[in-house]
């Protein structure tokens, strides 16, 4: 019996009701592979903790227990609704011991609101098997109020309806055009839903979705971008890091450090952009030599012609990397080399990608000793 099938039947044997809710639902329907899976049930969370062996209790106040099974983690939540919203952020309180039928009416969209019961007998109160099948994500109730509640949910919407492939309802849609505004919600929260559209197959789908909603120039203008003009286009761009690399080209090095993103990826980012702008093929070696030689190979199709032969140039290099020269820092100080030693390893990184086969010692030694004699290298 699968786990969360147990889980389901354990509640119901000690007299409380219990259904599979939300994403797993909506997934399983869709044929998509499914990530996490939440339970509803109406037994509090102590009698949780009570039932299961491996139980950590990470959600009490929402009334949350994981449960662990089979080396995986299940979302135990007691029957809720939420209280009134003054912060567009979260419920001031919640309120249990409310019936199935509530439950399902605090969440956001109606192909979230889809349950499944022990024996797979699917629970839909508000349309979302209809919505599922025509693809549409609608609000329950009024999308005004839904997302005057939760300023989260405008750009939940324009994310289910990216990686699934779905529509925006009309009037949900609008609700979110007539106010784009997510100020309650932190950074962080909206970054997550923007790398899920970016890390979808069709990220020029969310794009334009959150530019023609207003949701991309309220972001911006958070994060002190003033320009709001139209989205590049980045399905050509496969890696996440290419896509945030295009995005900074428009929209500058302050959009993508405010996302409060990885250092990582950042770093990647802001450097493939640096190398979309490089005008001669010494600053790109410079540049693509800040990245790993895969990361320059994977993101090749940010590229024109000229610069994607560089960077196959410079990956085909015997020496990318300073450490894979013929030559160390002490060769180099032996030839009575007394300047920026950087430099000349540029150089010498540089010379062999020209000319793969020079990677030698005594070559090596030759090109410094030339251009010691020209003066270049000072001694
Ligand atoms: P995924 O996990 O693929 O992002 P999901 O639907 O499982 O999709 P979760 O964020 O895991 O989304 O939330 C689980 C369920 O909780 C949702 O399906 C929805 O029913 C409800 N939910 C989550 N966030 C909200 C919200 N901000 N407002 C209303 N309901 C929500
Ligand atoms: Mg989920």
Same mark, same amino acid.
């Given at each position: ?20 809710? =939300? ?7 869709? =044929? ?38 089979? =080396? ?43 349950? $499944? ?5 699917? !629970?839909?109160?508000?349309? =979302? ?167 320059? !190979? ?26 894979? $020269? ?54």
């Amino acid at each position: 019996m699968k786990p969360e099938d147990e889980i389901l039947r354990t509640l119901k044997e000690a007299g409380f009701k219990a259904y599979i809710v =939300g994403g797993a639902v909506r997934d399983r329907l869709l =044929g998509l592979e499914i990530k996490d899976i939440d339970i509803a049930t109406d037994a509090t969370p102590e009698e949780v903790i009570e039932l299961f062996d491996k139980t950590v209790p990470t959600g009490l106040k929402y009334g949350t227990v994981e449960v662990l099974k089979d =080396g995986r983690s299940f979302q135990v939540t007691t029957f809720r609704t939420d209280g009134s919203y003054s912060d567009g952020r979260r419920p001031d309180e919640v309120r249990f011991g409310t019936s199935f039928k509530d439950d399902l009416s605090r969440r956001d969209f109606t192909v979230n609101a889809l349950a $499944l019961d022990e024996d797979g007998k699917l !629970i839909d109160y508000y349309g =979302g098997l209809d919505d599922l099948k025509a693809r549409i994500i609608r609000a329950i109730g009024s999308p005004e109020k839904r997302f005057r509640e939760d300023g989260l949910r405008k750009w939940r919407a324009v994310r289910f309806a990216c990686t699934k492939n779905f529509k925006i309802e009309d009037k949900t849609f609008k609700a979110i055009t007539t106010d784009p505004g997510t100020d309650q919600i932190s950074i962080e929260r909206i970054t997550a839903e923007l790398l899920g559209i970016l890390s979808s197959e069709n990220p020029d789908y969310g794009f334009d979705l959150i530019f023609k909603s207003g949701l991309l120039s309220s972001l911006l203008g958070r994060l002190g971008v003033e320009e709001s003009i139209s989205p590049p286009e980045l399905s050509g761009a496969k890696t996440l890091e290419a896509r945030l690399a295009l995005l900074t080209k428009t929209y500058g090095i302050s959009f993508l450090e405010g996302l409060r993103l990885p250092k990582r990826t950042v770093k990647t980012a802001r450097l493939l952009c640096e190398l979309m702008a490089c005008e001669s093929e010494k600053k790109f070696n410079k540049t693509a030599r800040k990245l790993s030689k895969s990361v320059i !190979i994977d993101n090749l199709s940010l590229f024109d012609k000229e610069k994607r032969d560089w960077a196959k140039k410079l990956a085909q290099s015997p020496a990318f990397e300073r450490k894979e $020269l013929a030559v160390d820092g002490n060769d180099l100080l032996a030839l009575g080399l007394t300047g920026k030693l950087s430099d000349v390893f540029e150089d010498l990184l540089d010379y062999v990608t020209e000319h793969p086969g020079q990677n030698t010692k005594p070559a090596l030694r030759n090109f410094i000793l030339e251009k010691r004699e020209n003066g270049t290298y000072i001694t």
